[in-house]
């Protein structure tokens, strides 16, 4: 890691430019282009196509049988169904809250205005395979569809020779999941996005996934709704001098090992502790099974920020509106007022952020590079819409008309007075 006792402006700059995730790689982007025009065009066949030359797995059906999907829970350790289903619950309770409310005003003699709060008919659900399988995703992902009223919930997972990761089976089947497809890759988003004779069409498709998966879901945003373009992991730590610097030290480790472009950050005022964490990242590397990726992570986006106050601390790290914050000061719930840019935040030394990615009940599908100065974490309101609607009595829009009518000429849209104007003077 490195020390930074100033941020400049240009230094921000670059650093946010790493995890950009609008940047485009034009030959990428046609090659996405391309899968999914051949989807569009030639549906389960190309699917099939697809699988036996990216995955290297012939496939027969697309669908994965339910009886596959229950023989799963005889292959996975029953210490890991039952934190599955633990977290499950987790995750449910909180989510339960978030749920948005249909309300009707009458406070207007003669006008009823009201928005209807209703699920999203369908939602397809993206879940990269083989090494990078995550079950715990799989629950973030899908509780928050259920409880929102989805009818209908569409997983996709990359074809395995060996078959489907089990506990992602089981965790789809705690999670509520309807329909699950052996399908990966741009091929997957675009068979989500357009439907093809097996595959049905959602209205929005959620997830993370490669850089292919990344680059689908930008081109069929539109047709579909999509969750965000998910970037490498990223965490911001801001520690003072009580915090201690073994657990920052494998907190800063616990988003590292997750990506070579994953970026781990603290912010402090104390030196003291910035030598303290910088040695213990090394020491704890050593010992670090995926201490190859992580290595390559610290030693590329790996930074502490040494500033002289706790002010500076947090104008830095609203700054830097990291997709995981950790607040390690002393009394740490005082300082979540000041936060305006984060995706998740974590207060006090008992707090790491692991509880948060497989545990405690808030979403771990997070804005990444920045995005959490304008965009939140995955919740039930990503699979809700609203409709508003609006009734009028005869006295109500009489009242009304004329302040209508003036606008709409004002902007020269004389259709929009008259379609008032035939209500009101009825015998015209």
């Keep these: 890691m ?27 982007t046609q090659q996405v282009q391309d899968i999914i025009a051949t989807v569009q065009k030639k549906g389960d066949q190309a699917l099939k196509e697809y699988s036996q030359a ?5 496939l027969n059906d697309l669908r994965v049988p339910a009886a596959e999907i229950q023989a799963a829970f005889d292959q996975v350790d029953e210490k890991v169904v039952t934190a599955l289903k633990e977290a499950a619950e987790n995750i449910r309770s909180f989510h339960q809250l978030e749920r948005a409310r249909s309300f009707e005003d009458k406070s207007r003699p003669g006008v009823i205005r009201g928005t209807k709060v209703t699920p999203l008919a369908a939602v397809g659900i993206y879940v990269p395979g083989g090494t990078a399988a995550y079950p715990s995703s799989v629950l973030m992902n899908a509780i928050p569809a259920k409880i929102a009223g989805v009818n209908q ?3 996709v997972t990359p074809p395995q020779a060996k078959g489907i990761n089990p506990a992602v089976l089981v ?10 497809y052996q399908i990966g890759g741009a091929q997957a988003i675009a068979a989500l996005a357009f439907g093809t004779e097996t595959i049905p069409q959602v209205d929005k498709i959620t997830g993370p996934g490669n850089a292919y ?9 539109g047709t579909v709704a999509i969750d965000m373009i ?7 730590i801001l520690a ?10 494998a907190d800063l480790l616990s988003q590292a090992e997750h990506d070579v472009r994953a970026q781990a950050m603290l912010v402090t005022n104390s030196a003291d502790l910035a030598q303290g964490v910088m040695k213990e990242v090394d020491a704890q590397l050593a010992k670090l099974p995926r201490r190859e990726i992580a290595s390559q992570s610290i030693a590329n986006n790996g930074v502490i920020y040494l500033v002289e ?8 790290m609203n700054k830097l509106a990291p997709e995981h914050l950790e607040i390690q000061l002393k009394n740490p719930s005082s300082y979540l007022d000041q936060i305006q840019n984060a995706g998740s935040v974590f207060l006090g030394p008992l707090a790491s952020e692991p509880l948060g990615d497989y545990l405690a009940g808030p979403n771990h599908i997070l804005p990444t590079g920045g995005t959490a100065r304008f965009s939140s974490a995955l919740g039930v309101w990503d699979f809700q819409k609203k409709i508003q609607y609006l009734e009028y009595s005869q006295e109500a829009l009489v009242k009304d008309a004329p302040f209508v009518t003036a606008l709409a000429r004002e902007e020269g849209l004389e259709g929009h007075a008259r379609a008032i104007e035939s209500r009101v003077n009825a015998d015209d």
């Design 230 to 236: 998910a970037g490498p992991s990223e965490i911001g």
């Design 213 to 221: 998966v990344a680059e689908a879901k930008r081109q069929v945003y």
């Design 309 to 316: 106050t706790v002010q500076e601390m947090l104008d830095m």
């Design 2 to 28: 490195k020390i930074i006792e100033k941020m400049t402006p240009a230094a921000l700059a670059e650093l946010r430019q790493r995890s950009d995730t609008n940047r485009q790689d034009e030959v990428l």
């Design 171 to 180: 965790a789809a089947s705690i999670a509520g999941v309807d329909e699950i």
């Design 240 to 249: 003072d001098e009580t915090a201690n610097a073994k657990n920052v030290a």
């Design 54 to 58: 990216f995955d290297r797995v012939q």
């Design 153 to 155: 919930i569409v997983m």
